[in-house]
């Protein structure tokens, strides 16, 4: 009789999926959505209480299945909200029947979320709290979905965008 191969672990839990070192803040997973995730493009659900700004640059961590720091470094777009709720025809009929909200709030709701709009800047291969500038590259890893994404530390920011991290080695031209 042939084994039966088990496609899920029954016992599968947080604990045995690796999760990103304690330096980087989880605001939210890569998700499926029209058209990706791709080499340029993803949507992140955010967690709830997470925030971003446009222009925001995250990271996606690919420690799941990349068992080095490798990390794809994301600008925020756009986010958006989904909470059918809140459509006007019913936001509008608790309002002329004078009823308050009656729905969940965003932690423990299954159908309000945000999710946001993200490019991909360039995969990043850390040394540690360092970045191994020679392997410093445009998007070279798929985001799947189910990554996290991460907030980027500022240092990594600088790194990321080849700036200086002491303004006493660069030339100053003025502001």
Do not use: Y
């Not at 309002?95 to 490019?119: I, M, Q, Y």
């Amino acid at each position: 009789m042939a084994d039966i191969v088990e496609l899920v672990p029954s016992n599968l839990s947080d604990e045995q999926v690796p999760q990103p070192p304690e330096r980087f803040a989880v605001v939210g997973a890569v998700v499926q959505s029209e058209g990706g995730p791709s080499f340029q493009q993803l949507r992140a659900l955010l967690a709830p209480g997470s925030e971003v700004r446009p222009g925001e640059f995250l990271a996606v961590w690919h420690g799941r299945r990349v068992r080095d720091d490798t990390l794809t470094v994301i600008q925020v777009e756009d986010c958006r909200e989904i909470n059918p709720n809140e459509t006007p025809e019913l936001a509008h009929t608790r309002r002329a029947l004078d009823l308050g909200p009656a729905f969940a709030k965003e932690e423990t709701s299954t159908r309000v979320f945000r999710v946001a709009l993200c490019k991909t800047v360039e995969d990043l291969a850390l040394d540690g709290d360092k970045v191994d500038q020679d392997a410093a590259s445009a998007p070279q890893t798929l985001c799947r979905a189910g990554d996290p994404v991460v907030r980027l530390p500022a240092k990594l920011v600088t790194a990321a965008l080849g700036c200086l991290d002491h303004p006493d080695k660069g030339l100053s031209l003025g502001t």
